[in-house]
Every structure is written in structure tokens, then in C-alpha cells.
């Protein structure tokens, strides 16, 4: 039977740990690591060393931020741990500027400050649905998804358009994917309280 959960808190707040405990070091569990380097990052590298060092050697880990909902189609797995959505939402967004106009990371800013208002709900509709597809996969194989995402609305309104723009496609896919999931976790300083 499919089985959803959404495991969200603030950024180091133990969210990625608790949700690795959920599943059992022997189970054939599959690691969808959404944090996909795309340029020299030595923050971003230290991370993910952190990530992989706690993970079970029996764990397959499958990096990756496009067409997860077709890999999941095409396989079968005691389960899917997705670590994590906002960052796969930010790669997707990233991802679907560059397709607008062949746009390269060097002109990004720029080109999403001077985004139109039917730009912009085009790429939040696809998002969205590369949400919807994903949900839909793990229904149609029958197989569980734990996915770990970053509560973003209890922070300070960011200052820049960019930031305010991805701070509501996070907000958006969070209550989609909370509205999807059959259980739903809050983390605060390591503690998880089951809010759904």
C-alpha cells in the first residue's frame, strides 16, 4: 500500500536525521539526493559528505532532480527517502529559466528580475506538476515516500524578488505535498511532532 510522508522543519534542525531513522539500515531503501552539485561548491560538497556518511551502505543512493517521478515508475524499492524537496524544487527552477530562453547561470538574476507574470506561473505550474507526477508514481507502484523539505514561512520576508519568488514556489509545493501526504512531521532542535 503507497504511504506518504512529509517530513519538514527549519534548516539544521535534525529533519534529514530523523527521517533516515525511519527506515531500517537493512531495508532496500532507495536515497533520492535532490542536492545535485552543478558548479565547485566546497559548502554544498561538505554536506553532502555528511548526508552520505550517515546513510546505510545497503542504501542505493540515486542523485538526481529531473524526472524522478519516471525513475520511480521504473523501479521498486522497499522505499524512497527524497533529501530534499526544496532543494529539487530550486534545481527545477533553475532548470526551467534556463529552457525560457537558453539562459546561462551567469545571467539568472537578470534575466528572472525582468520575468513576466505569465513566465513565472508557467514555471510554478510545472513545478507543481512535476510534484503531481511524482505523488502519482509512488501510488501507481504502491510504494512509500518519505520526503524531507525546509519550512520556509516562519523567516524573515527575503529582500530580493529572486528569494521572495522561490520563498513562495517552497511554500506552495510544501502545502501541496502536506495536503498529498498521509502523515506529516514538524522537527524543531531535533524533537519531530506528528502535526498531520
Not at 524522478?68 to 532543494?87: C, E, K, P, R, W
Not at 515516500?145 to 517552497?170: F, K, S, W
Request: aromatic share 8%.
Amino acid at each position: 500500500m503507497a504511504q506518504i510522508k512529509l517530513i519538514t522543519g527549519g534548516a539544521r534542525s535534525g529533519k534529514s536525521a530523523f527521517a533516515e531513522a525511519q527506515f531500517t539500515a537493512t531495508e532496500a531503501i532507495c536515497y533520492i539526493a535532490t542536492g545535485v552539485m552543478l558548479a565547485p561548491d566546497q559548502e554544498m560538497a561538505l554536506r553532502i559528505e555528511r548526508h552520505q556518511a550517515r546513510r546505510s551502505p545497503n542504501w542505493q543512493t540515486e542523485e538526481r532532480y529531473l524526472d524522478v517521478a519516471t525513475f520511480i515508475q521504473a523501479h521498486q524499492f522497499a522505499g524512497y527517502l527524497l533529501d530534499d524537496v526544496t532543494m529539487l524544487t530550486t534545481n527545477l527552477f533553475y532548470h526551467l529559466v534556463a529552457q525560457q530562453g537558453d539562459i546561462k547561470p551567469a545571467a539568472y538574476d537578470d534575466y528572472i528580475e525582468q520575468m513576466t507574470n505569465p513566465q513565472i506561473k508557467q514555471i510554478e505550474q510545472e513545478i507543481l506538476t512535476q510534484w503531481h507526477d511524482i505523488i502519482a508514481a509512488v501510488h501507481t507502484t504502491n510504494q512509500r515516500l518519505l520526503a524531507v523539505t525546509n519550512e520556509v514561512g516562519l523567516g524573515v520576508v527575503p529582500a530580493t524578488h529572486q528569494a521572495r519568488l522561490l520563498r513562495d514556489i517552497y511554500g506552495d509545493v510544501n502545502q501541496y505535498l502536506a495536503q498529498a501526504a498521509d502523515q506529516v512531521y514538524f522537527v524543531i532542535s531535533g524533537l519531530p511532532q506528528q502535526i498531520k
